[in-house]
């Protein structure tokens, strides 16, 4: 049995959970969690449209991201303090008026730092519109202080 139930991974996407109000109002859905990948669905809605329909890439930059916390939290077996470092994302081609999903793989996690992938699709494709590639820093248990620019 993985870290999260599905419940519990949802729990985590809605309103008292332990993403931003940003997230919640994104309605992501969680499909799927285990310590190999995890799978969320970015519900379509004029929130996250352009005109015309295209979803817009800052919403699926903000899936990409909040999915690898979920799966990298899920490899480690607890739900750790995460920042992060980097995100790469390559866009290859629109998302128009259709849900997005998210499928994240955890591909090196460490004491300090991980590493994961998410590749987004539209709902019944197999062919990626995006791919994600970031790092994470894995802070230590109970401690929620970061290197802030304007402190040495």
């Known amino acids: 049995m993985g870290f999260f139930t ?11 959970g332990n993403f931003g109000p940003w997230i919640w109002e994104l309605k992501l859905k969680a499909e799927h969690i285990s310590a190999e990948e995890v799978r969320l669905r970015l519900p379509f809605g004029d929130h996250i449209a352009r005109p015309g329909g295209v979803v817009v ?22 739900f750790a303090t995460l920042a992060t470092i980097s995100q790469t994302t390559n866009f290859l081609r629109a998302a128009v008026q259709q849900d997005v999903i998210g499928v994240a793989r955890a591909v090196k996690v460490g004491r300090s ?7 987004l699709y539209v709902d019944g494709s197999s062919d990626p519109i995006a791919q994600a590639l970031s790092t994470f820093a894995v802070l230590p248990d109970g401690v929620g202080a970061f290197n802030r620019a304007d402190q040495r």
Do not use: N, W
Request: hydrophobic share 50%; net charge negative; glycine share 12%.
């Open 6 to 16: 599905l419940d519990e991974a949802q729990a985590q996407l809605s309103p008292g």
């Open 57 to 78: 890439g800052q919403a699926m930059m903000a899936m990409a991201d909040t999915i690898m916390v979920l799966a990298i939290c899920e490899k480690l077996g607890r």
């Open 113 to 119: 730092t991980a590493f994961g992938e998410v590749g």
